[in-house]
């Protein structure tokens, strides 16, 4: 069982940056892939990023590419999103996934945990 716990979401003028964090619970962490996924209102989830356990292996959205990081550290059984150059068609619920499956997937059905979510909110 993992429960996921994400923060670090807010509202940002267009260009800023923001970090959001996903803390997990669970003995495994660091065999689990992770993903971030967002959901705007009226709209579909949709794929945002994805990390290996070993964070050796990397999958972006082409919306974000070359904008949005993520990185994990498993000592403290955490992930992360770095986003930069934010745009206000950024603005959604963000959310926080992990998979014991080894693909970085990138449809929803890939990943079995979620997180509650955390909404981010960037002005123009």
């Known amino acids: 069982q993992v429960q996921l716990v994400e923060s670090g979401g807010g509202l940002v003028q267009a260009g800023g940056s923001l970090r959001l964090s996903c803390a997990a619970t669970g003995r495994t962490f660091s065999g689990y892939t992770m993903g971030w996924f967002r959901q705007a209102p009226g709209k579909e989830r949709e794929f945002v990023a994805a990390?290996?356990?070993?964070?050796?292996?990397?999958r972006y959205a082409d919306s974000v590419k070359g904008r949005f990081t993520i990185s994990r550290d498993n000592v403290k059984n955490t992930v992360y999103l770095q986003m930069n150059s934010l745009k206000p068609e950024d603005t959604a619920v963000y959310f926080c996934a992990a998979t014991n499956r080894v693909v970085l997937g990138t449809t929803p059905g890939n990943y079995k945990w979620w997180g509650q979510g955390t909404q981010v909110t960037v002005s123009s």
């Open positions: 990390i290996s356990w070993s964070a050796g292996n990397t």
